[in-house]
Each structure stands twice: as structure tokens, then as C-alpha cells.
């Protein structure tokens, strides 16, 4: 499932429009960044929650030549699957 299919399947389970279920998508998208950004968690019960991680520098290989290479330390989004939705989708 695409954006525009999300959006579609929110606004004929909301009766909205897809207009209005468009900016409430992005709304909640933008939301989730900028929490994230400033280093918050969102937690939304049943469904999940996500938090940043530092991930620290590595060394790896290149898999075309097998040189050794530096990988940068960098923080990452990390998403943890909500109890419902575990058993939802098992």
C-alpha cells in the first residue's frame, strides 16, 4: 500500500474527503517528524512506538572491491510493533 492508497482507504473508512484525509495524513507525518527530530518518542498504543537510536561508527567492506571502509556514526529511526498489532498480523 502506497500514500495515495492510504489516504483513499482512510477517507472511505472515515466518510471524509480525500482531500481531508490527504492533510491529516501529512499532518500526523509532519508530527511524528518533528517530535522525533527533537528527540522524543511516539508511542501509539496497540500499534507501536517510534524513537531514535545512535548507531555508533563501524568499520565495514566494500562489496565490490572488499576494501575496508569507515561507517559514519549516524542516528536512525527505529520502530518497535505494538502488542494488537503483533497479534494482528501473525
Known amino acids: 500500500m502506497n500514500k495515495g492508497e492510504l489516504v483513499d482507504a482512510v477517507a472511505k473508512d472515515a466518510g471524509i474527503s480525500k482531500a481531508v484525509a490527504g492533510k491529516v495524513l501529512n499532518s500526523i507525518i509532519d508530527t511524528v517528524t518533528k517530535a522525533l527530530k527533537k528527540g522524543d518518542k511516539v508511542s501509539l498504543v496497540g500499534f507501536g512506538t517510534f524513537s531514535i537510536v545512535k548507531r555508533k561508527a563501524r568499520k565495514g567492506r566494500n562489496p565490490q572491491t572488499g576494501k575496508e571502509i569507515k561507517i ?3 542516528k ?15
Open 72 to 74: 559514519p556514526a549516524k
Open 76 to 90: 536512525v529511526v527505529k520502530f518497535k510493533v505494538g502488542a494488537n498489532l503483533a497479534k494482528t498480523v501473525k
